[in-house]
């Protein structure tokens, strides 16, 4: 890649930005992010780019990627979520796409941003030789790669194009990403393609353990009248002036520590729209903002977002430091966010 951009090292975080995009938009889904950022925190490092501004760039290409309102999952999500949850299909398509529209004008001033923090502009032209070809082993894993990819494509694809196909829903529930990459790891253990021993041992397996852990817990609340709950006092103590802020920051707030798409949004778009036609507020602007703070408080080390960032990113040490970064982003991100959606 460097070779291609002939060494100027400066658009790294630009290029990574559109790897992810196109990955996300492929069907890859959040783990995307974790793919695109084994690939992009190699050649930062090499271009001495700041591992922050690389991360940034990988999770937010993704964010955009899986949010289009055609091929990305979580923009099917939140279109359905819209169809269903406010009895509105007509404009589900119209609210997704302003989702979609405010995801990329955030994502790229995100990216623009730490840009400019992190100095990346400052990274030297670099004088790269044309890269070697593959060895055998890494043609064999690229191949896998490739396949492993396609048949998530394909099948999610099939699943879109025929929703009364009972064949094509299977498939497309059997070929996500983490199902289709499992077996993919365990065809590249049996070809021995690299140490399986070292490859278990950089799982984040604590992360993972407390979004699970997490995710189960307000999916037991949702059962137990939270919905209810939350309804009962936004619809009641705060003033309209407030609702869209307001929203942004309890989507933020529960998406620091799970996942916006299968627990915020599931819980919230419930209330959100008929509060919306109780207060005249338009529906359009509540859903941006709900996500909005979803998608902002995600790049928490605890979240869904941030999880993925540090799972892609092969060094301990940057790890740790790009921990307490990612904290300080999302919590500016969300404050930022909510004073946007009180001035409108």
């Known amino acids: 890649m460097l070779y291609l951009i002939n060494g100027?090292?400066?658009?790294i975080p630009w290029i990574i930005f559109l790897m992810g995009f196109v990955i996300g938009a492929l069907g890859a889904g959040m783990p995307g992010a974790t793919i695109v950022g084994i690939l992009a925190f190699p050649l930062a490092r090499a271009a001495g780019i700041p591992a922050l501004a690389s991360a940034m760039a990988a999770n937010a290409g993704t964010v955009v990627g899986i949010n289009n309102p055609w091929t990305g999952?979580?923009?099917?999500?939140?279109?359905?979520?819209i169809a269903n949850a406010g009895q509105m299909p007509e404009r589900a398509v119209r609210y997704s796409m302003g989702v979609f529209l405010s995801r990329l004008a955030m994502n790229i001033l995100i990216v623009f941003v730490i840009f400019i923090a992190t100095k990346s502009y400052k990274a030297k032209k670099m004088h790269v030789d044309r890269p070697k070809d593959f060895e055998p082993v890494q043609k064999k894993t690229f191949r896998l790669l490739?396949?492993?990819?396609a048949v998530i494509v394909v099948c999610v694809t099939l699943g879109m194009l025929f929703p009364?196909?009972?064949i094509c829903q299977t498939l497309s529930a059997i070929g996500q990403p983490q199902i289709v990459m499992t077996f993919g790891a365990i065809i590249a253990m049996l070809m021995k393609v690299g140490p399986a021993d070292k490859a278990v041992k950089a799982l984040p397996?604590?992360?993972v353990l407390m979004i699970s852990g997490f995710t189960m817990m307000m999916s037991v609340a949702?059962?137990?009248?939270?919905?209810d709950a939350l309804a009962h006092v936004m619809s009641g103590n705060i003033p309209d002036v407030l609702l869209k802020p307001m929203f942004l920051v309890v989507a933020g707030c529960m998406s620091f520590f799970c996942s916006g798409t299968g627990v915020v949004f599931p819980l919230l778009f419930p209330i959100a729209l008929p509060l919306s036609q109780a207060t005249g507020i338009n529906p359009g602007a509540i859903i941006v903002c709900m996500t909005a703070g979803s998608m902002l408080s995600s790049l928490s080390p605890f979240s869904t977002g941030g999880a993925m960032m540090l799972a892609g990113c092969p060094d301990q040490e940057a790890q740790d430091k790009?921990?307490?970064?990612?904290i300080a982003v999302a919590v500016t991100a969300l404050l930022s966010g909510a004073v946007l959606a009180f001035l409108g």
């Open 322 to 326: 790009m921990s307490n970064q990612l």
């Open 164 to 166: 009364e196909s009972e």
């Open 73 to 81: 999952q979580s923009g099917i999500v939140i279109q359905n979520l």
């Open 222 to 227: 949702q059962n137990a009248g939270l919905v």
């Open 8 to 11: 100027r090292a400066a658009l």
């Open 205 to 207: 397996v604590n992360t």
């Open 146 to 149: 490739i396949t492993c990819s």
